[in-house]
């Protein structure tokens, strides 16, 4: 990346200015560049020398002037130039992005992908219970999980996914309680519906399902091997359920994880031996607490209950050691913003635990509001007023509902309309960045049916790309490994779907710029390759984000072939 190399010359600078620094000493700060948002300051900035002033107790512009005295004659720069109090502005030479449109194509799809760093992350996310369809609430986890998963495997990491849910406790009791009575019922028999049993009319259907299934057999067997049936054909159907609608979203785990094996392992029991053994955890009033308080939670939390039964943060501590067994070196949660007074004893458990504060992350998201034509949509699980997923798949498609669950940051709430993500006009952000990966492609095969195929990258004079819009869309072409960088640095797939759009305004600023079929065959064959590359870049960034880059548009506004 010209990052990369950009860093290494000013530490070379560094090093052999009057400042008196090592950029080798792990003490160094980290260089950061970006892009100034004016063009008049050049291609790069960084704020280096500031950084720089307190250490060696000089004015920062003095330090700037210092690493410009100092900076290795090379290619690479132009200029290099102070501005305001000691920012250090680059201009460097246009060959690095015709650098960087080669290895696009040559590279292909692996382009932006970062070699592996060595470390690997189990990422656990959806994890919904298996008490009834994903709802629309739960798409946001589903999405963000996955992009951040794809994000970190492009930037080097290996990952696993993973889907842990909880068969274990009251949630699964009261939802077998809820198919009991629908099946009694559905036979004729009057017994209660369970006190805040779930009520939707899936219930109903799981019921209906199980009577076809078991005939009456089950109305006289022994009310406990009854319970246990349904409760585990229920299960079953449910997560049949939930892994079609996942299929539907292209999102495929490594693997599920079931709570009700830790304490079939006696996982839950050794975690709290554990804790007791580090005095991390105390027995008061016939419980067993966590001494959360020492880890900066506002009060102890219980672990083990009067009478014997463990807590869900119990058997959440027998997770974190079981996945830390398996060899990962750092572990991410995602769980929604209503998790947040859980999030400081989960770590202070891990710590507590043996594991090094930053190896256990939780990622938190807020939570989907949805609308239709601006009006609030209301769901319920408990009270069958629900949306699910699948209902909101049939009417947007998975590509919109995936990119525009991931066009804000994970802090900010989303305000996800029906109607809007629905309408397939270019004023519609997934749209808008799909219709530049077809119009590219109808451009190829334009260019093909006229006798003028695409050649091998080496064959092209790039130099010929010198518009100001073909110069734009270049850098963001070159700047895509830096954007996955920093994406997964930030935990931040939204970044990407923002580097989409930009990268789509930049294409469809330089398609009506620039002809690109002309009289000119180098310049015919230089701006081919340009928007070659383009298409591949989008159709990259487009995969890490779980979105089709289709070839065709299937819609009215079909992308022209007239170039």
Same mark, same amino acid.
């Given at each position: 990346?010209?990052?990369?190399?950009?860093?290494?010359?000013?530490?070379?600078?560094?090093?052999?200015?009057?400042?008196?620094?090592?950029?080798?000493?792990?003490?160094?700060?980290?260089?950061?560049?970006?892009?100034?948002?004016?063009?008049?300051?050049?291609?790069?900035?960084?704020?280096?020398?500031?950084?720089?002033?307190?250490?060696?107790?000089?004015?920062?512009?003095?330090?700037?002037?210092?690493?410009?005295?100092?900076?290795?004659?090379?290619?690479?720069?132009?200029?290099?130039?102070?501005?305001?109090?000691?920012?250090?502005?680059?201009?460097?030479?246009?060959?690095?992005?015709?650098?960087?449109?080669?290895?696009?194509?040559?590279?292909?799809?692996?382009?932006?992908?970062?070699?592996?760093?060595?470390?690997?992350?189990?990422?656990?996310?959806?994890?919904?219970?298996?008490?009834?369809?994903?709802?629309?609430?739960?798409?946001?986890?589903?999405?963000?999980?996955?992009?951040?998963?794809?994000?970190?495997?492009?930037?080097?990491?290996?990952?696993?996914?993973?889907?842990?849910?909880?068969?274990?406790?009251?949630?699964?009791?009261?939802?077998?309680?809820?198919?009991?009575?629908?099946?009694?019922?559905?036979?004729?028999?009057?017994?209660?519906?369970?006190?805040?049993?779930?009520?939707?009319?899936?219930?109903?259907?799981?019921?209906?399902?199980?009577?076809?299934?078991?005939?009456?057999?089950?109305?006289?067997?022994?009310?406990?091997?009854?319970?246990?049936?349904?409760?585990?054909?229920?299960?079953?159907?449910?997560?049949?359920?939930?892994?079609?609608?996942?299929?539907?979203?292209?999102?495929?785990?490594?693997?599920?994880?079931?709570?009700?094996?830790?304490?079939?392992?006696?996982?839950?029991?050794?975690?709290?031996?554990?804790?007791?053994?580090?005095?991390?955890?105390?027995?008061?009033?016939?419980?067993?607490?966590?001494?959360?308080?020492?880890?900066?939670?506002?009060?102890?939390?219980?672990?083990?209950?009067?009478?014997?039964?463990?807590?869900?943060?119990?058997?959440?501590?027998?997770?974190?050691?079981?996945?830390?067994?398996?060899?990962?070196?750092?572990?991410?949660?995602?769980?929604?913003?209503?998790?947040?007074?859980?999030?400081?004893?989960?770590?202070?458990?891990?710590?507590?635990?043996?594991?090094?504060?930053?190896?256990?992350?939780?990622?938190?998201?807020?939570?989907?509001?949805?609308?239709?034509?601006?009006?609030?949509?209301?769901?319920?699980?408990?009270?069958?007023?629900?949306?699910?997923?699948?209902?909101?798949?049939?009417?947007?498609?998975?590509?919109?509902?995936?990119?525009?669950?991931?066009?804000?940051? +994970?802090?900010?709430?989303? +305000?996800?309309?029906?109607?809007?993500?629905?309408?397939?006009?270019?004023?519609?952000?997934?749209?808008?960045?799909?219709?530049?990966?077809?119009?590219?492609?109808?451009?190829?095969?334009?260019?093909?049916?006229?006798?003028?195929?695409?050649?091998?990258?080496?064959?092209? +004079?790039?130099?010929?790309?010198?518009?100001?819009?073909?110069?734009?869309?270049?850098?963001?072409?070159?700047?895509?490994?830096?954007?996955?960088?920093?994406?997964?640095?930030?935990?931040?797939?939204?970044?990407?779907?923002?580097?989409?759009?930009?990268?789509?305004?930049?294409?469809?600023?330089?398609?009506?710029?620039?002809?690109?079929?002309?009289?000119?065959?180098?310049?015919?064959?230089?701006?081919?390759?340009?928007?070659?590359?383009?298409?591949?870049?989008?159709?990259?960034?487009?995969?890490?984000?779980?979105?089709?880059?289709?070839?065709?548009?299937?819609?009215?506004?079909?992308?022209?072939?007239?170039?």
């Amino acid at each position: 990346m010209i990052e990369d190399r950009l860093t290494a010359l000013l530490h070379e600078a560094v090093a052999a200015s009057d400042l008196g620094l090592n950029p080798q000493e792990a003490s160094f700060p980290a260089i950061e560049l970006e892009r100034p948002r004016q063009k008049a300051f050049g291609d790069f900035t960084t704020t280096l020398a500031l950084v720089l002033a307190p250490r060696v107790e000089r004015k920062p512009r003095e330090v700037a002037e210092a690493i410009v005295a100092a900076f290795p004659a090379t290619e690479l720069v132009t200029s290099l130039e102070i501005a305001g109090p000691g920012f250090l502005n680059f201009r460097v030479h246009h060959g690095w992005m015709f650098e960087a449109l080669t290895e696009i194509r040559e590279q292909g799809e692996r382009f932006g992908h970062l070699e592996p760093n060595g470390k690997s992350v189990q990422v656990e996310y959806v994890s919904a219970n298996p008490v009834g369809p994903l709802h629309v609430g739960t798409a946001r986890n589903a999405v963000l999980g996955d992009a951040v998963s794809n994000v970190l495997t492009a930037a080097g990491w290996r990952v696993e996914r993973e889907y842990y849910f909880n068969d274990a406790g009251n949630q699964m009791d009261l939802f077998a309680a809820s198919i009991e009575a629908r099946y009694l019922q559905h036979f004729g028999q009057e017994v209660p519906f369970p006190q805040d049993g779930y009520a939707g009319s899936y219930i109903t259907d799981i019921a209906a399902a199980l009577a076809a299934e078991f005939g009456d057999r089950l109305v006289s067997a022994p009310a406990e091997e009854r319970w246990a049936t349904l409760k585990e054909r229920g299960e079953a159907i449910v997560f049949a359920w939930i892994r079609a609608t996942l299929d539907r979203m292209g999102i495929v785990f490594d693997g599920y994880f079931s709570e009700r094996t830790l304490h079939e392992a006696g996982g839950v029991t050794d975690a709290v031996q554990r804790l007791l053994a580090a005095d991390d955890a105390y027995e008061s009033e016939g419980a067993i607490w966590f001494r959360a308080t020492k880890y900066g939670d506002d009060k102890d939390r219980v672990l083990i209950k009067t009478g014997g039964a463990p807590t869900y943060f119990a058997a959440d501590c027998a997770y974190v050691i079981d996945k830390f067994a398996r060899g990962f070196d750092h572990l991410l949660y995602v769980w929604g913003a209503d998790h947040h007074g859980t999030v400081q004893r989960f770590l202070g458990a891990a710590e507590a635990l043996g594991y090094a504060s930053g190896t256990v992350e939780v990622l938190l998201y807020q939570l989907v509001t949805l609308l239709r034509g601006g009006e609030p949509v209301k769901m319920s699980k408990r009270t069958g007023d629900i949306i699910t997923l699948d209902e909101l798949l049939d009417e947007v498609g998975p590509d919109a509902t995936r990119f525009t669950l991931l066009t804000q940051s +994970n802090d900010s709430v989303i +305000n996800f309309d029906i109607e809007e993500v629905a309408r397939q006009t270019l004023d519609n952000p997934v749209y808008y960045v799909q219709y530049a990966h077809a119009r590219i492609a109808s451009i190829l095969r334009r260019a093909a049916s006229e006798g003028v195929p695409l050649a091998a990258i080496g064959e092209a +004079n790039l130099e010929l790309l010198t518009h100001e819009s073909e110069l734009d869309l270049l850098r963001e072409l070159a700047d895509f490994p830096e954007q996955i960088l920093v994406a997964a640095n930030l935990r931040a797939p939204h970044r990407l779907t923002h580097f989409a759009r930009v990268l789509a305004e930049c294409f469809h600023r330089f398609y009506t710029e620039c002809k690109v079929l002309t009289d000119d065959a180098e310049l015919t064959q230089a701006r081919l390759q340009l928007a070659a590359g383009t298409k591949q870049v989008i159709a990259n960034v487009l995969t890490i984000l779980g979105v089709s880059a289709p070839e065709h548009m299937e819609r009215s506004t079909e992308p022209s072939d007239d170039t």
